[in-house]
């Protein structure tokens, strides 16, 4: 009989860098499920309330944290292909 070749059955692995990705991706959904924080109408910037200039605030803090983890993900991507020999893309 022929052997199959070896296949790791390891987990997932958890990195300080994934855990950075993680962060990004999770941090805009708490800061806006965290409801209570931001429901009140002061202080008011250019004529707009609290509530609602901090909603629209989070909309580009999550475009640039979603842009941070994307590249995070292809670093870490290129990292573990080079690890187990294969060529980074």
């Given amino acids: 009989m022929s052997q199959a ?4 059955s390891r987990g ?4 300080p860098l994934r855990v950075v ?9 708490v800061a806006m ?3 209570g ?3 009140k109408t002061g202080p008011v910037f250019i004529g707009i309330p609290f509530f ?4 629209m605030a989070w909309v580009l803090i ?3 944290l979603t842009m941070i983890a994307y590249k995070l993900w ?9 690890a187990k020999g294969g060529a980074a893309q």
């Fill in 74 to 82: 292809q670093r870490d991507q290129r990292a573990r292909s080079a």
């Fill in 37 to 39: 924080s931001y429901a």
């Fill in 52 to 55: 609602y200039w901090y909603q």
């Fill in 21 to 29: 990705i993680a962060v990004c991706l999770i941090a805009p959904f």
């Fill in 12 to 15: 997932p692995v958890l990195t």
């Fill in 5 to 8: 070749p070896e296949v790791s």
């Fill in 62 to 64: 999550s475009t640039v």
């Fill in 33 to 35: 499920l965290w409801v």
